[in-house]
């Protein structure tokens, strides 16, 4: 069996970044997804929360802000816990495991689709740069009308 989320959407509020530990952090924050249907009633977005640990968090609350673009891959979890009146509570939440930038909303909005395409950068904490191109990797072109081997 597989928990796995992936889930792109925007920074709802800047993220809160505490220190539990001398070396250990966690990040908190919300973000917007746009539905992929706009229906006729309610929202036309799904609100997530998400919780980051460590150098993830510590990334998340360094380079991302309130509207920023965001792409999220980690799991599910739900924890459970008592308010100071003794009720039950529950709490569904995304384990992020690694982030993306997706774009920035500035120069998404003042570009375009060119810049929308174009912007997106895969970092992941603890690299100082995107992985590098596989150089002995083999490409074929395919020509229109030509069988594909799949």
Request: overall charge negative; hydrophobic content about 35%; aromatic content about 10%.
């Amino acid at each position: 069996m597989a928990n796995i989320v992936v889930v792109s959407g925007r920074m709802v509020a800047d993220p809160e970044l505490r220190n539990i530990s001398e070396d250990k952090a966690v990040c908190n924050f919300r973000i917007a997804v746009p539905k992929r249907f706009k229906p006729q009633e309610g929202a036309d977005s799904d609100f997530f929360n998400a919780v980051a640990w460590n150098h993830t968090a510590e990334f998340i609350c360094k380079y991302f802000s309130k509207g920023k673009r965001i792409e999220l891959v980690g799991s599910l979890q739900t924890r459970n816990w008592e308010d100071r009146e003794g009720n039950r509570r529950t709490a569904t939440e995304i384990a992020v495991s690694s982030v993306d930038f997706v774009g920035d909303k500035e120069k998404s909005e003042s570009k375009g689709v060119a810049a929308q395409s174009s912007s997106r950068q895969a970092v992941r904490p603890g690299y100082t740069s995107p992985p590098a191109p596989v150089a002995d990797a083999e490409y074929i072109d395919y020509e229109d009308g030509e069988d594909l081997p799949f």
